[in-house]
Structures are given as C-alpha cells and as structure tokens.
C-alpha cells in the first residue's frame, strides 16, 4: 500500500499474523530494497513470535530514485509512514522498529517519538568502510542514543564496522559481510531475541 509523506508517497508491504501482539516495522538499506534477505528473515522471525511485520519503501526508491535522500527527509518520510501503519493496519500493542544499514539508523534517530518498545538494526554502519580511525564519521552516538533495547545482527567481516554490546544492547554476529546473506543465522538471532522481548 502507498502511505503519503512530506516528501512523496512510502510503500509499505505488510505480513499480518492472525491475532497479532504487536507489530515490527522494517526500513531498507541505502541502495538496496525490501527483497535484502536479512530483512525476509526478519520478517519469517516476526511472524514465528506473533508479530505483524511491515517493510517500509522510503519515497526516493518508490519514485525510482537510487541516491539516498539527505537523512531529515529519511525520518520524516519513515515517521509519517509508521504513523500511518500504526492507525490503520498494524494490531495494537507494542510497537519494534529497525531496518537494515540506513534503515537502521533512521529507527535509531526516531525510536523515540515513535514510542518503540525496541529496535532492531540489521547491518548496522558504524562508519564508513576504511574510516573506522576517524570519531567524525562515527554513527554510533546514534545507537547509542537509543533507550529501549537493542539488537545489532552483524556480519563478523563487515567492512562498516561492528558496535560494542552494552547495557540494553545486544550484539550477534553472524557469518558474512555487510550483505548479512546468511539468512538461517540472521532469523535465529532475530527470533531469538524476540522471544526474550515477549
């Protein structure tokens, strides 16, 4: 379904799970979809822990568009299309958000006006690949500012770097690079976790 947002119309595909607990909503990665095999297994998790699951097209891949839009259009894009979701098609009760890479990140930044019980982040990237030494291109105080639990799956070879687990934090590694193309692993940890959530 097309959700419209200040800055074009989202998309959504939505995976209902009959009598539902609660929902997690899903962003993609920068330059790539909602197909990202780490993201299906996400998805193949929720429904195994009874939640609705959603994936969510930011409005640039929906026009076409393969260059990120600049990161405030990002959240307020995936703000708008979650609150849509929230009103009229996710079940009631709590509410995980997270994606994969980018998608990670804006989860990250908007949590917390979302009121998210937790956050999933797929691929999470620290820093730019070859940057690791350079605290300014860091995104880990974006993580870091997250309140409700975490979970970061990372490949173990990721050229993006991996986050440190602290309190509230949990971290996976999985065989594989930044891709996360091992599925298997990635919905066992997701699955997981999930089931210590609830």
């Known amino acids: 379904m097309e959700l419209p947002t200040p800055h074009g119309p989202a998309r959504a595909h939505i995976h209902p799970v009959p009598g539902a607990i609660g929902s997690l909503v899903l962003g993609h990665g920068a330059g790539g979809g909602v197909d990202a095999p780490d993201l299906k297994a996400a998805v193949r998790a929720a429904a195994a ?6 994936l969510v097209e930011q409005p640039y891949r929906v026009a076409g568009r393969r260059n990120q839009a600049p990161a405030p259009q990002l959240d307020a894009a ?3 299309a979650v609150r849509q979701l929230r009103e009229s098609e996710l079940p009631g009760g709590p509410l995980i958000v997270g994606g994969r890479s980018a998608g990670a990140r804006v989860a990250c930044r908007t949590a917390a006006e979302l009121g998210a019980r937790a956050v999933l982040c797929l691929a999470f990237p620290v820093h730019p690949p070859g940057r690791g030494d350079d605290p300014s291109k860091s995104r880990l ?3 870091d500012a997250v309140e409700a639990p975490v979970l970061v799956v990372q490949g173990e070879s990721d050229p993006f770097g991996r ?3 602290r309190r ?3 971290v996976v590694l999985v065989p594989g690079n930044h891709s996360l193309r ?3 692993e990635v919905e066992r940890a997701v699955g997981r976790w999930l089931g210590e959530l609830f």
């Open 49 to 54: 822990a009874g939640l609705t699951a959603a």
């Open 78 to 80: 995936w703000l708008a």
């Open 163 to 165: 986050p440190p687990p």
């Open 168 to 170: 509230g934090r949990t």
């Open 182 to 184: 091992s599925a298997a």
């Open 141 to 143: 105080p974006e993580l």
